[in-house]
């Protein structure tokens, strides 16, 4: 709480002691202000007065009206000052939550910030949707540029995309170009993309689109995929699955893991039990099949130019490769001693 000299609670006790007293349990029932930190619904408190829902909303908007009217609201003016700059320091447009846990973990007093938030003239709030969430802001032509910015960032993500966290600020930092350099900060910024609901980063701290399986890791084949990227070279099943346990905290037993990854196209199986991901540049299939789709990027080579780049693509014996080229029904040699594929 020491980013605010004033108290929540306190604040907001003194701007509703003037309302009458139904007035008064409704704001602290629909704000949870009491000794229960819940906010109860429209329905919930229409259900305990015997009173419709859209009267709850009635007494509620002119309970909130006539705080600001009071005396007592007037006399907190330095408060939602200061409760204004601490928003703008925080980056002028911010989502709720992160707001909030930002000022106190103390769920109690975040339900008074909120309120006081509600009631105070300066602030706006945009009520959360399918791209964004619920997020507090002071000046709209900021508010504006910060949206139109993390639609763009989100347009130029692919499915496949992960990038480190830098990476995403410096290309979200090119679309806001027009910014103050007051807000131009680390912090500021990674509470913008925090406004999101379509950007997020996976438990490696890589950000991608929300929807990705890169992101939103959910199977052994998605811990799988990203344990290997931080590895970045080819690994043992039986790797993967301690790495999965390491890095994630879950379970993986080593033949489970192996299954998983024969099914899965962002693997190649390289060697005896071996990995690697697709995205490197592996050729799939088994050995006489890697041969082929050489010879038919290369055209005919000699025995030695084959055995050098398949070793390029499958960790296996130099023979392993010798004895599926013998295989008159794939493989044909010419006179000049360069194979071909059949």
């Known amino acids: 709480m020491a980013l605010i000299t004033f108290k929540p609670k306190q604040v907001s006790k003194r701007l509703i002691g003037s309302l009458q007293s139904r007035a008064k349990e409704v704001i602290i029932n629909r704000y949870g202000l009491g000794a229960d930190s819940k906010r109860m619904t429209l329905e919930a408190i229409g259900d305990m007065y015997h009173i419709t829902r859209e009267r709850v909303r009635q007494i509620e908007n002119a309970a909130l009206s006539n705080i600001r009217k009071s005396e007592e609201f ?4 330095e408060v939602f000052a200061e409760l204004e700059a ?4 925080a980056g002028g447009i911010v989502a709720e939550e992160d707001f909030l846990n930002h000022l106190t973990k103390d769920k109690s007093t975040q339900n ?3 309120f006081l938030l509600v009631i105070g003239d300066s602030f706006r709030k945009e009520r959360e ?15 504006k540029k910060v949206h139109e910015s993390l639609r ?7 499915d496949d995309t992960l990038v480190s966290e830098s990476e995403l600020i410096t290309q979200f930092l090119e ?22 609901k379509n950007i997020s ?15 939103r890791a959910k199977g052994i084949r998605d811990y799988a995929f990203l344990a290997m990227r931080k590895h970045g070279s080819p690994i043992h099943f039986r790797d993967i699955a301690k790495l999965i ?3 994630f905290n879950k379970k993986a037993h080593p033949a489970t893991t192996h299954n998983e990854l024969i099914k899965d196209n962002r693997f190649v199986l390289v060697g005896r039990g071996l990995y690697a991901l697709s995205e490197w540049g592996y050729l799939s299939g088994v050995v006489k099949d890697v041969i082929k789709k050489i010879l038919e990027k290369n055209g005919p080579l000699t025995r030695e130019q084959i055995i050098d780049k398949v070793m390029k693509e499958r960790y296996v014996k130099e023979n392993t490769i010798l004895v599926n080229l013998q295989n008159p029904k794939f493989f044909k040699k010419s006179k000049d001693g360069k194979y071909s594929a059949v």
């Open 74 to 77: 007037k006399k907190e003016k």
């Open 86 to 89: 601490v928003l703008k320091k």
């Open 112 to 114: 008074h910030l909120n």
């Open 129 to 143: 949707d399918d791209e964004f969430k619920h997020r507090w802001y002071v000046d709209p032509e900021l508010s």
């Open 152 to 158: 763009k960032l989100y347009s130029s993500l692919s």
């Open 175 to 196: 679309y806001l170009k027009d910014v103050s350099d007051e807000y131009r900060q680390e912090e500021v910024i990674k509470r913008w993309l925090s406004i999101s």
């Open 201 to 215: 980063k996976n438990p490696l701290g890589e950000w991608g689109l929300a929807s990705s399986s890169n992101v």
């Open 245 to 247: 346990s390491e890095l």
